[in-house]
């Protein structure tokens, strides 16, 4: 199973265990960070629609940081003594892939329990809706026009 993510503003092809160089990213060694993924390869089956993409996850540790390599400019004009030096090296950020799937599904005693919020957050919700739409139409008025004030 492998999977294309993007990182950085450009797409890798990572899979399980897998350590992964990508631009400069916050956080510490041994931080977990999760990368949106575009295309999920498992086995022969291939996930690329965006519904279904949606829903995998590509969660990785952070390694440490890197250095790529070193790059020279030299800018050079004939017969005018004109010369400039200038380098620069790119940092990066070292991750290792830990794991790639869904969302985690619930399992049957815990999805009870999750049916049954919900249905009380429902209630809540439409009681607050009902609510705020009164305050709302109570609120609203109109300005008078000239004839009314007259």
């Known amino acids: 199973m492998y999977a294309i993510v993007r990182c ?18 916050d956080g510490a060694a041994g931080d977990s960070i999760t990368l949106p ?11 690329s629609d965006p519904a279904e993409v949606g829903r995998y996850q590509v969660t990785a540790d952070i390694v440490g940081d890197a250095a790529g390599p070193k790059i020279n400019m030299i800018h050079y004009r004939n017969k005018t003594g004109y010369r400039r030096r200038l380098g620069h090296r790119q940092r990066y950020t070292q991750v290792r892939i830990t794991g790639i799937g869904t969302e985690g599904k619930p399992s049957t005693k815990s999805s009870t ?12 919700q439409s009681t607050a809706t009902t609510k705020t739409a009164t305050t709302k139409a109570a609120t609203t008025k109109t300005a008078p026009t000239k004839a009314e004030e007259d």
Not at 37 to 47: P, Y
Not at 113 to 124: F, V, Y
Request: overall charge positive; aromatic content about 0%; hydrophobic content about 45%.
């Open 37 to 47: 993924a575009l295309l999920v390869v498992d086995g022969d089956r291939v996930i």
């Open 8 to 25: 950085g503003g450009r797409q890798e092809k990572v899979a399980l265990d897998d350590v992964v160089t990508i631009d400069k990213l």
């Open 113 to 124: 329990t999750a049916s049954a919020k919900p249905q009380g957050k429902a209630r809540a």
